[in-house]
């Protein structure tokens, strides 16, 4: 039966920053574990953004496509959606956002799904570019990306909050996808103005890590936790 | 059907470090999700040790008892025990059984279970003294606590490997409790000499987090990383 008070998240933000970027699970096994979330493709190849149980790739060339049942990914979350919360939004920046989502649905130390199905007036993404072996960190990865804008934009925001102890196994705070509703915009979010929206918040009591224990590459490598945590602050907002 | 590829922990390391010693899982509950594991007690009473189902309470006067179905913890990792390696062991230090242990069955990264049943030529354990609200800092509250050691002692080491990303979440590397097989000297194990006893590795995929997201103080509380990550080091090696 689908848990819905469970994240789901295979391998750790953690393993990107040396560019452990090889795919360790498929999107068929991802989505057994959830419909909704975010995450990467093998060779940092993207951005996945997965709504109701379709997964899709945002692109560097700002192409978006459904996701192959056996592509594989080095790092995702997903979870099953039964959201708590249903509240309309209106006429909100992301930092007016960002502060009343956690303070009216005290979120600081819980794990939260965060779901926004509207209109944006404005919204800009970042799209990692693909990488070749053998990879690059991933702060050196995505020292040059490209970014998308679009204005009056409809589409949906999905992504996380996670309490900031829990930097380095995921990225603390919020990490938010796009997708618009006609496929022409999508990535990882770094800004947006709500317009008309709903929003849908679900807390969990559960944050589940799935490693790639059987990954020679993972093994192996020697994790340095403050390189991690500069990383994400440099890569991941 | 229990599940022997995960590790369930209730709360984090990282709750303890400002006081939030209150139990928020009952013994009941928490052995529906292992049957061996590590955690305290309400009010920060002590060392639990669960082998074979039985959850043990070692307290500051040198006192072991079994812990009943209501008493809760604050925190606590467990898992159903099924070995994938077991191995004897003779004439070992703590030191080199940790560098042993971690280098021949490839731990660094990966969340693994430790039990070793023998004869130990030495053993070190020390217990948290019961706390009263309002509590103090982890770091306060075990400044001064009884220590124990034996010599010749048969009984159980029991805990867990965890790699050093998720230092604050639980402890980063080994967290190992002890309890002798007559039920005379229990605790949080600070050091050992092993004679001849037998190791059992339990390596897992899975690292299952649970939090008390209905408990007021801690859904309060302004957590500090590099504080948690300190006291961590100071309060549980």
Redesign the interface.
Known sequence: MATTD?IFQHG?L?LLVPGLFDGTITAKELLTHGDNGIGTLNGLDGEVIILDGHAYQAREDGQVSEIGPDESLPFASVHFQKPDVSAPLSQLSQAAFEEKVVADY?L????AAIRIDGTFSYVKTRVAPRQQPPYKTLVEATATQPEFEGHAVQGSIIGYYA???????TVGGFHLHFLSADHQLGGHLLGFDIDQATLKVQ?????????P?DNEA??Q???D?AA?DSAINKAER
């Open positions: 469970t750790t953690g005290r600081t130390n819980v794990f309490p900031h102890l829990f930097q380095g196994a807390h969990f009591a559960n944050f589940k890590v799935h490693l224990i993972y093994l490598e020697r994790f936790n991690i």
